[in-house]
């Protein structure tokens, strides 16, 4: 692996933010590897071989996050410094091929109907944001856009250029409108408005077909991602849990996954939207899932009911202790658990320790050239 990605963002210092640009791929894997083994020391852990990408970096990205403001009296697309100056982004090599190339017909758009960029300084103008996802890589790749504003003030007009994005483009399929009036660093708000005719876009992972809405969870590298679903397909395979529950299941990605070898799957999520959306994917993949639009602590107490196995794919901050004995109560004889931050999941199995060992640990380099990766934990009951 030795590919490396060009950027001339890093290379001019404007952008920093995959902050080790500067080492080869294979060596940023190391470096992962090395920290993940050093939150987990015990002896007899199999860690298996690191799931990388199979070329450079260039065009990984599902999604982007534009920060929206004017410069030279431009709308102009990037982000913001950490001193709070706005620099230009519009380039970036990981966004997913068709990303970059929406942002002139955007701006032109948001020109014509007086769509005014919000503005730190001076709190004014509407536009805070532009996020873009896009569904794959085929030719029926669909793509989603949200632009968050300040208030509802221009919402009419964004809403009357819905018309002339879909002409610009007939893959964009959704259009919403976020509202976030607080003046803080929050991308986004409580309120989302759909402005188009779908309010979800499809994506194609193996045989199943997934609905993602506006405001649902989605790994962010494609490639990677599927890998990962993958790999816990495998683990059902071997263990054949006779039933699965998937807590912050998100749109059901694993949940579906799981199903192929387990016959009796349910997913958990805080999100509506998120599990109106699995419930979408049920009936297009003929599927036989249940999905519970709950917060996992409350369904838990609510529904003691005992699973075999337990999937769990939690934010950041991991999981808590409360959620941690009752997911002990239920006594499952498997737990997968897949993260984003090493350090919460080397806490959680700490409390999980005295009743469970690891099977086995791998990384997933779902963020390449950052210090950021996904692990999987595969437990089994002592």
């Not at 080492?23 to 007899?44: A, G, H, I, R």
């Not at 007086?114 to 896009?134: A, F, H, V, W």
């Not at 793509?143 to 610009?168: G, H, I, N, P, Y």
């Not at 107490?301 to 699973?307: A, I, Q, R, V």
């Amino acid at each position: 692996m030795k590919f490396i990605m060009k950027c001339t963002y890093f290379l001019q210092s404007h952008c920093r933010s995959c902050n080790l640009l500067d080492k080869s791929y294979t060596n940023t894997l190391l470096l992962k590897e090395s920290e993940l083994k050093k939150l987990f020391p015990q002896n007899n852990i199999l860690f298996k071989p690191t799931v990388g990408l199979e070329h450079d970096a260039t065009g990984s990205r599902s999604k982007a996050k534009f920060a929206v403001f004017s410069k030279d009296n431009e709308l102009t697309f990037g982000f913001y410094h950490s001193d709070g100056t706005p620099r230009e982004l519009e380039v970036c090599p990981l966004h997913a091929v068709g990303i970059n190339s929406l942002l002139s017909g955007i701006r032109d758009i948001l020109k014509k109907y007086k769509i005014i960029p919000y503005d730190l300084k001076t709190k004014t103008g509407e536009l805070k944001y532009l996020l873009l996802s896009k569904s794959g890589e085929s030719d029926s790749a669909e793509f989603l856009l949200r632009f968050v504003l300040r208030s509802k003030e221009s919402l009419d007009r964004l809403k009357q250029s819905t018309a002339d994005m879909q002409a610009m483009s007939s893959k964009i399929k959704v259009i919403t409108a976020n509202i976030q009036p607080i003046h803080q660093a929050i991308i986004e708000g409580d309120e989302e408005i759909v402005l188009s005719f779908e309010s979800a876009i499809i994506h194609q992972f193996d045989e199943f077909k997934l609905a993602l809405g506006a405001r649902s969870f989605f790994q962010v590298t494609p490639q990677i991602a599927q890998l990962l679903y993958s790999a816990v397909a495998d683990s059902v395979a071997i263990d054949l849990p006779s039933s699965l529950i998937d807590l912050y299941c998100g749109v059901g990605a694993f949940s579906f996954y799981a199903s192929r070898h387990c016959p009796d799957v349910t997913g958990v999520e805080i999100s509506k939207e998120a599990i109106d959306c699995a419930k979408r994917s049920v009936l297009t993949n003929k599927s036989k899932i249940d999905f519970y639009a709950m917060d996992v602590e409350e369904y838990l107490k609510k529904f003691p009911k005992k699973f075999e196995a337990v999937l769990v794919n939690p934010p950041r901050r991991g999981l808590n202790s409360c959620i941690i004995k009752m997911i002990e109560s239920i006594a499952p004889q498997f737990i997968y658990y897949s993260s984003c931050n090493a350090s919460s999941l080397a806490r959680d199995f700490s409390e999980l320790e005295p009743n469970y060992q690891i099977q086995s640990l791998q990384i997933f380099d779902m963020f390449p050239y950052t210090a950021h990766y996904e692990t999987l934990m595969c437990l089994i009951r002592k």
